[in-house]
């Protein structure tokens, strides 16, 4: 069974809706991490996990855009 079949809502829609959340949710978690790190005086880790909140953060922006693309053509049909 799709995620169409079940939802009502495109597979891709949903992926990307998905997709968006769950990068948004480990960004918000980095934060913590980053902040744990710090606190113990790990520079070279929290310079790392920061790497990877960009990499988020870039991440969630493409797929916001996607989406939002993929909305507007589907309203526009």
Sequence with gaps: M???SRTGTRDDTYDLVSLLYHTL???????????DTRRAG???????????????RER???????????????AAA
């Design 42 to 56: 790990d520079e070279e880790l929290a310079a790392f996990l920061e790497q990877v909140q960009e990499q988020d």
């Design 2 to 4: 799709t995620t169409e």
């Design 60 to 74: 969630a922006r493409k797929a916001k855009s996607l989406l939002a693309d993929r909305l507007t053509a589907g």
């Design 25 to 35: 949710q480990e960004g918000e978690t980095l934060t913590t991490y980053i902040d």
